[in-house]
């Protein structure tokens, strides 16, 4: 089996309006940010909430990419 070089979609500079990507940075900006919240800060967020909101934007970054994201006004 041959593989095919990737190539990026036809469109890609506007893909930080893309919903997907929107989730999908935002997902990466929360754990990002949670490496550097002091201990005594993050014991006053329930457990959990951190992984649960950046798997709720991840799956929802992948719904996304499922989704035509054209704008309507596009030829």
């Known amino acids: 089996m041959k593989l095919k070089k990737p190539t ?3 469109n890609a500079r506007s893909a930080w309006r893309w919903f997907s ?3 999908m ?5 929360i754990q990002g940010a949670w490496l550097f919240i002091p201990e005594d800060m993050k014991s006053s967020i329930p457990p959990g909430i951190v992984q649960g909101a ?3 934007l991840l799956v929802l ?10 704008p309507k006004d596009a030829p």
């Open 61 to 70: 970054g992948v719904a996304g990419r499922m989704v035509d994201q054209t």
């Open 8 to 10: 990026l979609v036809d």
């Open 21 to 23: 990507v929107q989730a």
């Open 25 to 29: 940075v935002l997902a990466g900006a």
């Open 54 to 56: 950046t798997i709720v």
